[in-house]
C-alpha cells in the first residue's frame, strides 16, 4: 500500500521535556486563512506557578482584524479537568485544535507523554472527521459528521448530542446456512445465507430444493441457522413455495435458542403442497 502524499503533514505537537512544544510539518485551513509549516517550529508555555496541574489547548489561531493565522497556547485553569474552549466566531476568531498539554503544578515543563493529540480535529474527503468512541471531537458544531474508527459508527453533531447515522460493522457479509443432509440450493435464487442487518436483527434469503428433485415434507427441518443467529423465541412466517400446480405460500418456522422439541436454529417447513423448492427471501427477526 502507498503511503499518502500529505503522510507527515499533520502539525504534530511533540514535547521533550522542556519548556517548548514543537509543531511539525503540515497545513491547515482555518478561519478561511490557508496556514503551512514547511519547518518544525516551537511554542514557549506559560510556566504554572499553582500546585495543581493546567492543562492548556494549542490550537492555529485565525485572527481577521490582524490578518494573521497563527500557533497559540491558551492556558488553562489549574487543577481543571478540562482545557479551555477553542474560540469559534463565525466572522472573527477561529481556532483550529491541535493538542491538550499539561503542566505540572509549580512546573514550567512538557514531559513527552503530556501532549495529548487525540482532541485535534481532522477532516476528511468523505466529510467525516475519524475519531475514537472515548474521543469524540470536543467542540463540534452543528451537523458536523464523524466516523468512529474503533466502532465503525457514522455519527452526527445535533447541536445538543452525537446521534448515530450509521454502524458501518452492519449489515454483514452473507454467511452460509447449514443445509440438511439431501438438500441443496434450487437451480435459482441465492444459496441458503443469512446476516446481521444491525446489531441483533437477522435476515435470511435464499432457494432449497431436495438434492433428489422430490417434494420437501412437511414438519420436517431443511436447514439451521448458527447459534449466533437464533432467536429467542419461535418464529414463524409465511414464505413463497413452488408445488406441481404452481407457485403457493406455505409456514416457515425458525426455532428459538430454548426449544425442547426440535433443535435450536432449525428452519422447519409446513406446506400441504408437496413444495418442489422454497425461498427464504424476506425473513427478518430479532434476537
Not at 478561511?32 to 495543581?52: A, D, E, K, Q
Not at 447449514?178 to 443469512?194: D, V
Amino acid at each position: 500500500m502507498t503511503a499518502p502524499t500529505d503522510l507527515g503533514q499533520e502539525l504534530t505537537v511533540t514535547a521533550t521535556g522542556t519548556g517548548l512544544i514543537t509543531i511539525g510539518t503540515g497545513y491547515c485551513l482555518v478561519g478561511g486563512y490557508w496556514y503551512r509549516v514547511t519547518v518544525p517550529i516551537t511554542r514557549p508555555v506559560v510556566p504554572n506557578t499553582s500546585g495543581s496541574a493546567r492543562r492548556d489547548l494549542v490550537v492555529v489561531r485565525a485572527d481577521p482584524l490582524a490578518d494573521t493565522a497563527t500557533v497559540t497556547i491558551l492556558p488553562g485553569t489549574p487543577g481543571s479537568g478540562t482545557p479551555p474552549a477553542p474560540t469559534r466566531q463565525g466572522a472573527g476568531v477561529w481556532d483550529v485544535v491541535l493538542a491538550v498539554i499539561t503542566i505540572a503544578g509549580q512546573s514550567g515543563v512538557v514531559a513527552p507523554g503530556d501532549v495529548d493529540t487525540r482532541p485535534r480535529e481532522f477532516t476528511a474527503p468523505s466529510g467525516a472527521a475519524p475519531c475514537l468512541s472515548t474521543h469524540r471531537p470536543p467542540t463540534p458544531h452543528r451537523g458536523m459528521v464523524a466516523l468512529e474508527t474503533d466502532t465503525g459508527t457514522l455519527i452526527v453533531w445535533t447541536g445538543t448530542r452525537w446521534a448515530s447515522i450509521a454502524d458501518t460493522q452492519f449489515p454483514t457479509d452473507w454467511a452460509a446456512l447449514e443445509l440438511r443432509s439431501g438438500y441443496r440450493t434450487a437451480s435459482h435464487g441465492h444459496a441458503p445465507s443469512w446476516c446481521f442487518i444491525r446489531p441483533g436483527r437477522v435476515e435470511l434469503r435464499g432457494t432449497i430444493e431436495r438434492s433428489n428433485g422430490a417434494a420437501l415434507p412437511s414438519g420436517d427441518y431443511y436447514a439451521r441457522v448458527p447459534a449466533a443467529a437464533r432467536p429467542g423465541a419461535w418464529r414463524r412466517y409465511p414464505i413463497a413455495c413452488e408445488s406441481r400446480s404452481g407457485v403457493a405460500v406455505m409456514r416457515m418456522d425458525v426455532v428459538s435458542v430454548n426449544s425442547t422439541g426440535s433443535l435450536p436454529g432449525q428452519l422447519v417447513g409446513y406446506s400441504s403442497h408437496s413444495p418442489r423448492w422454497i425461498c427464504l427471501d424476506g425473513i427478518e427477526y430479532d434476537l
